[in-house]
């Protein structure tokens, strides 16, 4: 099973732009990467998902470069409600078998 | 997500006590998921299920049980609760593969809001 590898935590101030980084140096060939988001006693939301290149949505973007043994989040202009923890997870969903890890706590400091 | 819904929300019980989480969701999905999370550990999956007669362990079953009673309904058992597994325990669902632009499949899981344990 592929395993990421993230900061533990982050700290940013309101208006900055945040990336983080995950390291997925065994993601298979049929392996997404999609980044969840969660606040304190809430279940995790998906934020966004991809397999190569760059994804953009309304609230983030991803870029993954071609070799796909990494990922970075981007958060443009965060604000304090962005403070929450961040997976990366990779895996093929078909499986069933994604792998959460540990997130990465973002910070968002006024 | 208020279309996942958990019940209890909160549970305090006794070692060796049998104990059942249920999830319900309306969204129609055929996938569900339990969870379980515990602090500094992130979530970790349990068991899931991709319809009602296709059940499967996830990385740490033992000590769980499940039922799938129906595409609606997936249910978590502790037979003799221990206090290690105390922890927050999270259910999701996912529609099932969808094919991208790209030819890949991928499948998105949304989360409910959530059962917290507590094993004495």
């Known amino acids: 099973l592929a395993k990421t590898t993230q900061p533990i935590s982050m700290d940013s101030y309101e208006g900055q732009e945040v990336n983080i980084t995950c390291s997925h140096n065994n993601i298979a060939t049929n392996d997404y990467i999609t980044w969840y988001q969660q606040f304190p006693s809430q279940g995790p939301r998906f934020i966004i998902q991809?397999?190569?290149t760059k994804v953009t949505n309304e609230v983030a973007s991803l870029f993954i470069p071609a070799d796909r043994k990494s990922s970075t989040l981007s958060l443009p202009r965060v604000s304090l409600s962005d403070t929450a923890v961040y997976y990366c997870?990779?895996?093929?969903?078909?499986?069933?078998?994604?792998?959460f890890g540990k997130g990465t706590k973002l910070s968002v400091k006024p | 997500d208020a279309d996942v819904t958990q019940t209890p929300r909160n549970r305090i019980t006794k070692t060796g006590k049998r104990i059942m989480l249920e999830c319900s969701q309306t969204k129609g999905h055929d996938r569900m998921y339990w969870y379980r999370q515990d602090p500094g550990l992130g979530l970790r999956l349990i068991y899931y299920?991709?319809?009602?007669?296709?059940?499967n362990k996830g990385e740490i079953s033992d000590g769980y049980s499940v039922s799938r009673q129906a595409q609606a309904k997936f249910s978590l058992s502790l037979e003799s609760a221990i206090p290690n597994q105390t922890a927050l325990y999270f259910c999701a669902t996912s529609p099932g593969i969808r094919y991208g632009t790209s030819g890949r499949s991928t499948d998105t899981q949304y989360f409910g809001p959530g059962t917290r344990l507590t094993v004495l």
């Open positions: 299920s991709f319809d009602v007669k296709d059940i």
């Open positions: 997870l990779v895996g093929d969903e078909g499986r069933g078998n994604l792998i």
């Open positions: 991809g397999y190569k």
